[in-house]
Every structure is written in structure tokens, then in C-alpha cells.
């Protein structure tokens, strides 16, 4: 049976560089979700030209800036992740290759081959954030599960999460002894 062997991670895009190559309707759908799970995310959108309805979510971001010019190599220094979503195959490889030789993650919209990263399913409330991969076989699963943790997922989970985070820190001992009493008390989550 083929497992999913990616490694999820919570990036801070607040705090990083992020490049998308790209400003028609699959630039603006990347850049949607970006900013619909990071709202400050840090990123530059580089395209000959922009989608009205992109420019006008962008006007929306103070963090999000518009550059209308062809991709050039030099626009990836100082980056931390690129997506590329030109309708050029040539140019999103192209893409890909110097980011590798760059050492910069990067995601080639639906060219899985070329990609070190998938945009998966993300739930989200308050403080609580889940991630969903289908290995990137089929968006359309990792959607329909969102759906479904959005619904299932009680609105007022943060509070509970707030509660155990001051419990948490009023816990004395050592770590071990930490980690047992908290378990201890989420024991019920799991029912």
C-alpha cells in the first residue's frame, strides 16, 4: 500500500519571504490560500499581468505586494518559498530549477513532480490548526475533509485550549511529571 510520507510543518509566513509566480486564477487561488490560513503573510506576486479580482484581494493585505514584470532569476533572492503558476510549463520549470540550485522550497502548481510542498486542506479555529494531505492524488478528498473537521469541531475548542495552556503553566515538577498530569486531564478527548 503506498503511504503518504510528507512531513506536515506550520509555517510562520509572517516571518518569511514567499514568491508566486503567477497572476492569473491560479496565482489568486495560491494567494487566497496563503492568506486565508496566514492573513499577514509575507509575499511578493510577480506576473506581466494581475486578475482584478487578485489586485483587489492584494489591496486588502498591506504584507502582499504586486510587481508587473516577467520573471527574472534575480527575484528569487532573499526568498524562502516560491509557487510558480505562469501558464508556461518551460517557465514553471525553469522556476523550479533555480530554486532547487537555491536550496528554496517550491511548489509548481499541478505538476506534483515539481513540487516540494502541496497546499493541502487546512481547518482552522482559534488557536487549533489542522493540516490535510492526500499525498497531492486529490484536492477535492483533502476538501470534502475540511468540511467535514469544520463541522465536527466545537466553535469553542480555543477556550478549552486556553484553559489547558494556563493550566499548563501553572503545573509544577519536572517534565515528565508535567507531560503525565496532562494527559492525565485530556485523557476525554479521545471518547
Known amino acids: 500500500m503506498e503511504r503518504n510520507e510528507l512531513y506536515p510543518v506550520f509555517l510562520k509566513l509572517h516571518q518569511l519571504n514567499v514568491l508566486i509566480v503567477g497572476g492569473g486564477n491560479v496565482g489568486l487561488e495560491k494567494l487566497s490560500f496563503l492568506l486565508k ?24 493585505h498591506d504584507s502582499v505586494t504586486l510587481k508587473e514584470k516577467k520573471f527574472k532569476k534575480k527575484m528569487l533572492e532573499k526568498r524562502h518559498m516560491v509557487i510558480a503558476c505562469t501558464d508556461d510549463l518551460e517557465v514553471n520549470r525553469r522556476i523550479y530549477e533555480l530554486s532547487r540550485k537555491r536550496f528554496l522550497i517550491c511548489n509548481i502548481a499541478d505538476t506534483p513532480d515539481l513540487c516540494d510542498f ?6 482552522t ?4 490548526k489542522i493540516a490535510i494531505s492526500t499525498n497531492g492524488k486529490s ?22 485550549v486556553e484553559n489547558l495552556n494556563e493550566y499548563r503553566k501553572s503545573l509544577k515538577g519536572d517534565f515528565e511529571n508535567k507531560v503525565q498530569r496532562m494527559n492525565a486531564i485530556t485523557e476525554s478527548l479521545k471518547k
Open 37 to 60: 490560513s496566514s492573513p499577514n503573510a509575507n509575499v511578493e506576486v510577480v506576473a506581466t499581468r494581475f486578475l482584478p479580482e487578485l489586485v483587489e484581494l492584494v489591496s486588502k
Open 118 to 123: 502541496y497546499l493541502g486542506g487546512i481547518v
Open 125 to 128: 479555529k482559534g488557536n487549533v
Open 139 to 160: 484536492p477535492t478528498t483533502a476538501k470534502r475533509l475540511r468540511e467535514f473537521f469544520e463541522e465536527v469541531i466545537p466553535e469553542d475548542i480555543n477556550k478549552m
